[in-house]
Structure formats: structure tokens, C-alpha cells
């Protein structure tokens, strides 16, 4: 099997026949390059160059060699350099996914800052339900998302938190519990809870809907649903309540749901999300921005 500094001593050879030029181009000793070519026309059996005082040239092995080997070179080469880009470079496509309406505006606010740091990088944003996060990032479909942690999954990793809001129950708004100004997490064993779907991990679905409340009482757990809107709507139906953070009063205001804070409960806490072996330089950058855009 050909080491890959032989083939390039012999493909730059090839093109100078020259070995003082082949030598300033792999910055490499005249000696050395004259050494590897020895060594490999030893292993193929055969002189590649015929060599005399005043000129190299190619003979018919070498230069059939040299046909047969340097396109599938140049394919490697390539393919080689497009890694390098997509790990290192900042050209070509992010694609980035949120969840909820607060989640696509902060990803907009980074986006565009990142935009502005990193023109050569288009970046296209799509919107995700819960169950479509973790499926999309491990198929590769985004290289991003913004979703609820805490992760723990050995594929996936979490950046620095972004955001943290109070939770609250959404409730029927002809529920009791929609009279009331708070709630604790023992109330929650008075009424059904609906739970994230079972592609979201079940660390995160046990940190947004316990299955017992700290005093160890039951928590009905209600099903889970295709869409966040297909879940308030069962609510608002009378079929059962969930756990959401502050932000929904905004963006999900409706007149057959009441959101109720939850005044005991740990805050919910939001982050970006990638995949393990595709921390590449876009990823970490696009991180940076959004936490500049928060800090700012």
C-alpha cells in the first residue's frame, strides 16, 4: 500500500521532473525526495524515472502510474479539503431549528448577528416541535437547535444556558386552578399532565413532568402529543393540563387556557444543542453569537 508521502513525492516529481523543484514545493530535502522515490521504485520492482545529469523524465511504468493514480488523488485530495472546510471554514450552509414562537425570535437575533460576523455562511432557519429535535439532529437534517435541557445523551451535547423562565401550569380556563394565582408542585397531583413525546430524552421529559411531586405523591401522566398547539388545545378541551415556561402568556394566549406559575418549581432553562462529532467552527460560532446577543 502506497504511504501518502510517497505519492506525493512521486505525483510532484512527475509534473516537475525536476527534484530541486519537488523538493522546494513539498518543502522537503533534495535527499529525502530522492530517498522516497528510490524506496518506492524498489517496491514496485521497476525504475518510475529515468534520471540523467541533465534531465528527469518519466518512464512508461511510471507514467501509466502516474495516469492511473493521480485522478482518484485529486478525489481524496478534494474530499479531504472539503472536510477541513466544513469543520474549520465558514462558507456553506448552517441549519438551525427552535421550538416555540420565543425560541425562533432569539435564533432571528443571533442569526442575523452571525450573518454579520460571518457573511460567507448562509444560515437557514426551520421550526421544530419536541419530538422532531432530537431526530433532526442526529440525522444530520440541522446542525443546531434551541430546545430545553438538561440533555443527558452521549451524542448530544448542551451549550452554556440561554434562557431560564418560571414555569407555570396551563390549565382549562374553566379549571379551579385557573382561579388561583399560584400553584405549587403538590398541586400537580390533582390533575392529569400531559408529557413531552417519547423521541425527547427521558431526562428532560422527568425535568419538565416528574412522575411523583416532592412529597412523593402520584402525577397522572396524560399522553403525549404531535404538535405544542394540538396540546394546548386538548387543554383547553378539559382533557388535561402541562408544565410551560413564562413565555407562552405571549405567544400562545388563548381564551380556553390559562397559564398559572408554579411558584416551588425550578426554573426551565433553554440551550443550544449539536451534535458530539459535529462541533465544527459554524457551530461554535453561531454559540458565541447568541450568547453575545443576550449578554448585550
Do not use: K
Not at 441549519?95 to 455562511?121: M, T, Y
Amino acid at each position: 500500500m502506497l504511504e501518502r508521502h510517497e505519492l506525493d513525492a512521486f505525483l510532484t516529481l512527475a509534473e516537475e521532473l525536476h527534484f530541486g523543484r519537488t523538493a522546494e514545493r513539498l518543502h522537503l530535502s533534495t535527499t529525502r525526495v530522492s530517498q522516497t522515490i528510490a524506496r518506492l521504485e524498489r517496491r514496485v520492482g521497476v525504475p518510475l524515472f529515468n534520471r540523467t545529469s541533465r534531465r528527469v523524465e518519466l518512464t512508461v511504468v511510471g507514467r501509466r502510474l502516474a495516469e492511473e493514480v493521480r485522478p482518484a488523488w485529486s478525489l481524496i485530495a478534494a474530499a479531504f479539503n472539503r472536510a477541513v472546510d466544513a469543520g474549520r471554514g465558514f462558507t456553506g450552509t448552517l441549519d438551525v431549528a427552535f421550538v416555540g414562537a420565543a425560541g425562533g425570535q432569539l435564533l432571528s437575533g443571533a442569526a442575523e448577528l452571525f450573518r454579520g460576523r460571518e457573511p460567507a455562511c448562509e444560515v437557514r432557519i426551520r421550526e421544530a416541535q419536541m419530538a422532531d429535535v432530537f431526530p433532526w439532529l442526529r440525522e444530520g437534517e440541522v446542525d443546531i437547535a434551541l430546545a430545553e435541557v438538561p440533555v443527558d445523551e452521549p451524542d448530544v451535547v448542551s451549550g452554556p444556558v440561554l434562557v431560564r423562565e418560571a414555569r407555570m401550569l396551563a390549565v382549562p380556563s374553566d379549571h379551579p386552578f385557573a382561579r388561583r394565582t399560584s400553584l405549587s408542585l403538590e398541586d400537580l397531583a390533582r390533575v392529569r399532565v400531559f408529557e413531552l413525546p417519547a423521541t425527547v430524552p427521558e431526562s428532560l421529559r422527568l425535568h419538565r413532568t416528574p412522575r411523583t411531586t416532592p412529597s412523593g405523591r402520584p402525577i397522572e401522566r396524560g399522553p403525549a402529543t404531535a404538535t405544542f398547539n394540538e396540546m394546548l388545545t386538548l387543554i383547553g378541551a378539559g382533557q388535561g393540563t402541562f408544565v410551560v415556561g413564562a413565555q407562552v402568556r405571549r405567544y400562545y394566549a388563548r381564551p380556553d387556557v390559562a397559564y398559572v406559575p408554579i411558584d416551588d418549581a425550578p426554573p426551565l432553562e433553554w440551550a443550544l444543542l449539536w451534535r458530539a462529532d459535529a462541533a465544527t467552527a459554524r457551530v461554535r460560532a453561531f454559540g458565541e453569537a447568541a450568547l453575545h446577543l443576550l449578554g448585550s
